[in-house]
């Protein structure tokens, strides 16, 4: 609800469902589709290209709130707005709970974080000393 309470009122009336990626995206779509009183849907990755599966459908032209939990660097939430373009619908915006990139990130759509972080990242091999003795871990959904 804080989030909806900050998409424009335009976003908020055009929108007649949500889509989220899964697995991070679910649950805060389901809810910002709950207080949106819309649809809401995921897309999942089964052969490695988002799609949506069990019975989701979008009519031609469905006006679609792309919504996320974490957006870092932003490009599965454009795979996921991709997604959602092959399925018929039209993108009108993307929120997420939390913007990790410092806004830096461009979906192609307005986005609407609830948080925005500038959270460093750094290579492996490029750790500055203080963190030279942690072992480094790449957090996130992708494996490579």
């Given amino acids: 609800e804080a989030l909806v309470r900050r998409l424009p009122g335009e976003v908020k009336q055009r ?5 989220s990626p899964a697995m991070g995206g679910v649950i805060a779509g389901h809810e910002m589709a709950r207080a949106l009183g819309v649809e809401a849907m995921f897309l ?3 052969d490695g290209v988002f799609e949506l599966r069990r019975g989701f459908r979008l009519a031609p032209g469905t006006p679609v709130l792309m919504m996320e939990d974490v957006v870092t660097t932003g490009l599965s ?4 707005i991709a997604a959602i373009g092959r399925a018929g619908g039209v ?6 709970l939390v913007d990790r990139s410092g806004g830096g990130v ?6 609407f974080p609830l948080l925005r972080l500038d959270v460093p990242t750094y290579a492996a091999d490029a750790l500055p000393p203080e963190l030279a003795s942690i072992p ?3 957090p996130g959904s992708r494996a490579a």
């Fill in 15 to 19: 929108a007649a469902a949500v889509v």
């Fill in 136 to 138: 480094a871990v790449k």
């Fill in 106 to 111: 461009d979906l192609g759509v307005p986005f």
């Fill in 77 to 80: 939430s454009r795979e996921a």
């Fill in 91 to 96: 993108t009108v915006a993307a929120a997420a």
């Fill in 44 to 46: 999942e990755r089964p």
